[in-house]
């Protein structure tokens, strides 16, 4: 099973371990470096969602303003932005999205 980082990177941190590998004579996205569990905020999604159809409504709804896109590797090593209107989770036996699994208590 995949641990996730205790902590999300910021997107400076991001680049900063991309320009590493480079130096190391590695890709910028190397899957030696981005292990599975990291994850990072990524501001450029915003300038890139500028007729608003990349991201979708709930995030500019509930959580623009507090945080940024967020973007994680998969335990595939494949990078899924979290918060993408177009993308469901790149793996199987996803459990986050199944409504049955969300406690009435808590508001959606």
């Not at 910021?10 to 470096?33: I, P, T």
């Not at 973007?71 to 469901?88: K, T």
């Amino acid at each position: 099973m995949t641990k996730l980082f205790e902590k999300l990177m910021s997107f400076d941190e991001y680049r900063a371990l991309g320009d590493r590998a480079v130096a190391d004579g590695l890709w910028r996205n190397d899957r030696r470096v981005f292990l599975p569990g990291v994850g990072w905020f990524n501001d450029w999604y915003l300038d890139r969602d500028l007729d608003r159809d990349f991201l979708p409504p709930h995030y500019y709804r509930d959580w623009a303003g507090k945080r940024l896109p967020i973007e994680l590797v998969c335990p595939d090593g494949n990078i899924w932005c979290a918060d993408s209107a177009r993308c469901r989770p790149p793996f199987r036996n996803d459990l986050a999205h199944r409504s049955d699994l969300i406690s009435p208590t808590i508001p959606r």
